[in-house]
């Protein structure tokens, strides 16, 4: 069923205000801390009210200020799962299961709980406290208990933000198998951007109360709209230019940073000749040229030469920072660790770059 | 030795108590859930026998429901029911006193219920009612009952309000706390002592009770 809303509500220092279309599918809505993620959880389900709006499930009229609808929470039908979970902390795993389906008959309450155990992996705890288990169990019952009372619309906030590394690596993908199993229109509140890359489908990148861009993860990923979004995505590399001209399918920008930067424009954007634009790399599309290398046509664009400054590991990739031409801009470059030992790179050594055209993006 | 007291002061303290949770647990619940204009107000209205004094206290009762107020006239001449001098009076003053030792220890557990529990329950398409019942009350029953445990002492304690509307008639309003009053202004020493000595102990077991309620599992 799908999920419509547009939502408005002003809170101290920010006001929110929204709208989103969902299909049966699962969204990320990916943003920072405080940007009003959860609250729009709150409204959708009614726990909070907005101060205007809409929100409707498969065109039912569930809130609108207009016309003054607003259902009970109790009778949307929207699952919800918290982000530490809400177990009741006196009922067992069976008990939490059952207690939105406790009308029923005892053998399809056994039936249906039965089959989420299985599903969720909990067969076995079903007579547990909650306090007698893991963060990972205690997420996997949460989400039988909402799913046992065939919610509408599934809500899930931060589900996997309280859990070790690996319980959530596990989690997420065990959260695709159950989204394909119970295909339900789904929003997942995250700001782990990983998180958001693995389970989203689509993603809407939510700041400041207001949604900065919706579109596919790739979109999303390497093609932002905003500076803010490249930003949220982790692009790092964002510079500021003046387009000076254009040659068949690429733009011509003159950076104060990096000087004359050539980038493929998809489409033929409308950019005009003199407008200021920001331009964006992410730093593992940066190419490092070894230094024996006769350069090709494929890498004749946008050479830079520079400086490393600081090298940092992170497991399985380092991070570089590249000093760039005069101004001293730093360009952020991730690689994989045997690169790094292949070509011996290391700080303070003079390093030559690319930046592939179709990798440079535009931000208009 | 007379024991009347002590049964009056059982029967006194059992029937307050019923008030005192039946219409405390309504204010608790309402005080901890609910936001509404004049809750500070009904806040220090509810504490207040806990700093007002007992003969302060037993006066605004007599005003209230003695034979000179309208309350009190009604009570009487349309329900034939006096409360001033009769044991009534002295469940009256018990209740009075006793209720904020509930509604404060009542409140916190109800408030110890967090919203995100109670809005697990509304999206799973409960009925308010039916949470109250099996999140809401489950999970305070602690607080509720270490709350009914000292209210109830307090009014097998209660003394002056009593003194003051109900009196100090021997075999009809005299309870334990007046009796042993009475006896010492007789320089009856061992009816004193007796009596202060079960009072002692059902004090010191009273204590020991709620304690132990309010150490939980959840």
Redesign the interface.
């Known amino acids: 069923m799908s999920l419509n809303f547009e939502l408005k509500k002003r809170l101290q220092g920010f006001s929110i205000d929204v709208g989103l279309r969902i299909d049966e599918e699962l969204m990320v809505l990916f943003g920072p801390s405080g940007a009003g993620k959860t609250m729009i959880l709150k409204m959708i389900s009614g726990i909070v009210s907005p101060d205007e709006g809409v929100v409707e499930v498969a065109s039912a009229r569930l809130f609108d200020s207009k016309s003054g609808i607003d259902l009970p929470i109790r009778s949307r039908r929207i699952g919800y799962v918290f982000q530490d979970y809400a177990l009741f902390p006196h009922k067992t795993v069976f008990g939490n299961i059952s207690y939105g389906i406790d009308y029923l008959e005892d053998s399809e309450i056994k039936r249906r709980v039965g089959e989420l155990l299985e599903i969720m992996r909990l067969t076995g705890l079903e007579n547990r406290y909650p306090h007698e288990l893991s963060g990972g169990q205690k997420q996997r019952t949460a989400l039988a208990r909402t799913l046992a009372a065939s919610p509408r619309v599934l809500l899930l906030d931060e589900p996997f933000s309280a859990l070790d590394y690996q319980v959530r690596e596990k989690l997420r993908s065990d959260l695709l198998n159950i989204h394909k199993l119970y295909p339900i229109t789904t929003i997942l509140v995250t700001h782990d951007l990983e998180e958001a890359f693995m389970l989203g489908k689509r993603i809407a990148v939510i700041n400041n109360g207001k949604i900065e861009q919706t579109g596919s993860r790739e979109d999303v990923f390497y093609r932002p709209r905003t500076r803010n979004v490249a930003r949220f995505m982790g692009v790092k590399n964002i510079f500021s230019g003046t387009v000076a001209g254009f040659d068949s399918a690429h733009t011509i920008i003159q950076s104060r940073d990096l000087g004359t930067i050539k980038a493929h424009t998809p489409g033929g954007a409308a950019l005009g000749v003199g407008k200021e634009v920001s331009f964006c790399i992410r730093p593992e599309e940066v190419i490092v040229i070894r230094p024996d290398k006769v350069l090709d046509n494929r890498v004749q664009d946008n050479l830079f030469e520079g400086e490393i400054i600081e090298t940092t590991g992170k497991g399985s990739t380092h991070t570089m920072y590249l000093k760039i031409g005069s101004g001293g801009a730093l360009l952020k470059i991730e690689l994989p660790n045997f690169v790094l030992r292949k070509l011996a790179l290391a700080t303070g050594k003079r390093i030559r770059i690319s930046l592939k055209k179709e990798d440079v993006w535009i931000i208009p | 030795m007379d024991f009347f007291p002590l049964y009056l002061t059982i029967k006194v303290s059992f029937a307050a108590t019923v008030f005192t949770v039946a219409i405390g647990l309504v204010i608790a619940w309402t005080m901890a859930k609910k936001e509404f204009f004049g809750k500070d107000i009904l806040d220090v209205v509810v504490m207040q026998s806990l700093v007002i004094p007992p003969t302060v206290l037993g006066y605004y009762l007599l005003a209230l429901l003695g034979k000179s107020s309208p309350l009190g006239r009604f009570l009487e001449d349309a329900l034939g029911f006096q409360i001033v001098f009769t044991w009534k009076g002295a469940v009256v003053a018990a209740f009075v006193s006793s209720l904020p030792l509930f509604v404060k220890p009542a409140r916190a557990a109800f408030e110890g219920v ?1 919203a ?2 109670e ?9 308010e009612i039916y949470i109250i019942r ?2 809401t009350l ?2 305070a029953w602690r607080g509720i009952l270490a709350g009914t445990v000292m209210s109830f002492a307090r009014a097998t304690g209660e003394f002056g309000a009593t003194l003051m509307i109900a009196g100090n008639i021997p075999g009809l309003t005299q309870t334990m706390p007046v009796a042993i009053y009475d006896a010492v202004q007789r320089a009856d020493d061992y009816t004193a002592n007796i009596l202060v000595g079960l009072i002692t102990l059902f004090s010191f077991t009273v204590l020991y009770l709620a304690g132990r309620f309010t150490r939980g599992r ?1």
């Open positions: 967090g995100e529990l809005n697990a329950a509304r999206l799973l398409g409960k009925s099996t999140v489950p999970l959840f």
